[in-house]
């Protein structure tokens, strides 16, 4: 293969992808069976399962058992907001995850204590195996899943509080910043950091997806004075949601 010259399977892929693009394969239609695309390409049976695993993974077909492989309709992605601005007094855990005034959603939620793991531990300031209560959250707009949360709180700060369950008791459902407030501690800073990845079996599972597909995930850590009281690993479908931030001018 000479120097800058694609594989077969991307060349494959590429050629597909610009039939699904222009709309030649719209959405729904069957994907060109293996032994068609190597008849059509005149490539083997390996270059061809390439190109289509490369399909997959962009997003752009999806699997059906039994039935084949089709084009997936693409989807308008929409809008998660995001700012520095601390959310309203008894804001509902939706509207703390958007910020967007307006937004309506429903979400579930489920508590347990936890033994951290040593990267969350590095998140926190505390020892891997230190207790902290950990809330496993999944968010839905109009009934579709849309993001999923998890987050950690050290029992060392809000052990034996009122405030120790998120979702339980007088202060259950609001804000970390309020809860904290309830208890002496001044949160004064929070951080947000952007990635994105494969999308775990269990997330794509909860969140709708298919394997291969991609989420950004935002690790969020709420400060007071610089100590770290609660991290957060939020999880968004990338293919379907964009996350914007409305960050104030000082």
Known sequence: MAFGEQPAYLRVASDLRRKIVDGALPPHTRLPSQARIREEYGVSDTVALEARKVLMAEGLVEG?????????EKPVPRRIA???YRPPSGANPFRQ???????RGTWESSTERDEVAP??????GIQPGDPAMRTRYIFRDAGEPM????????????GRTPV??????????CGVVERMAAIGVVVDNVVEQVG????????????????????????RTYYASGRAVETADVVVPADRYRIAYHLPVR
């Open 64 to 72: 059906r058992s039994g039935s084949g492989t089709y084009v997936r």
């Open 82 to 84: 995001r700012s520095g």
């Open 97 to 103: 995850e958007q910020s967007e005034d307006g937004v």
């Open 119 to 124: 990267e969350i531990a590095t998140r926190l």
């Open 147 to 158: 993001m999923l949360s998890t987050s950690w709180e050290p029992l060392e700060v809000t």
């Open 164 to 173: 120790m369950l998120p979702e339980e008791g007088p202060l259950g459902g």
């Open 196 to 219: 994105a990845r494969p999308g775990l079996a269990e997330e794509l599972l909860s969140l709708g997806g298919v394997p291969g597909h991609v989420v950004m995930v935002l690790e």
